[in-house]
């Protein structure tokens, strides 16, 4: 049952610190913003993904499952915030990278494109959403494209097999997605990178 929204605002009700279990945000435990995510309106389901984030470097086993599930929500709001959280919380969010690499196929842009920075912060431990990335950055939306070069490059050698892909992209008619391409490149092959500019300053020589 969804807790009632009576008294429930950011202040919080004094009365449940004692009931709750810690750590607390905003005046409410990790149990009562837990409880928060079932609320019926999305804008207080909202709300308790952007407090767990805060909250999750000091309950992760409780917070991480909920914010994975939390990218499923039936409000595309929510589940923009549940990848952002998952994002702070950096590689700590690791159970959750195989729900943030569907969360790319999310039919809002904006949630794809907050899905891929969240796989980017958790860096090197999210190399297995490297193949969600490749396909990423074929999607339709720049922003998305660009933030899924960015996790590639974050994620590091772990995502070599994208760098047939970012060589492709070094010539996108996005400028910046050709310099996140490049940056990208030079931490997961830097040995590419040093090909390239050897190539190009034989070519400037002629």
């Known amino acids: 049952m969804a807790p009632s929204s009576h008294g429930m605002g950011l202040e919080g009700d004094k009365s449940k610190l004692a009931a709750g279990d810690g750590p607390f945000f905003e005046r409410r435990s990790v149990g009562e913003w837990l409880e928060w995510l079932r609320h019926p309106r999305a804008s207080e389901r909202r709300q308790a993904a952007q407090a767990l984030g805060q909250l999750g470097a000091q309950v992760i086993k409780k917070v991480v499952p909920a914010l994975a599930d939390a990218l499923r929500d039936r409000n595309e709001l929510v589940r923009r915030q549940a990848a952002e959280s998952l994002g702070h919380l950096g590689e700590p969010a690791k159970r959750a990278v195989p729900a943030l690499a569907m969360a790319?196929?999310?039919e809002k842009e904006f949630v794809?494109?907050?899905?891929?920075?969240?796989i980017g912060r958790i860096g090197a431990a999210a190399r297995f959403a490297a193949g969600g990335l490749i396909e990423a950055l074929r999607d339709p939306g720049r922003y998305v494209r660009w933030q899924a070069v960015i996790a590639?490059?974050?994620?590091?050698?772990?995502?070599?097999?994208?760098?047939?892909?970012?060589?492709?992209?070094?010539?996108?008619?996005?400028?910046?997605?050709q310099i996140a391409a490049a940056r990208a490149l030079a931490v997961i092959q830097p040995a590419i990178v040093g090909t390239l500019t050897d190539a190009l300053r034989q070519g400037d020589s002629r």
């Open 104 to 106: 790319l196929r999310d």
């Open 152 to 177: 590639l490059g974050q994620i590091g050698p772990g995502a070599a097999g994208a760098a047939p892909v970012l060589l492709e992209l070094l010539h996108d008619r996005v400028e910046e997605i």
């Open 112 to 118: 794809r494109q907050q899905a891929a920075e969240a």
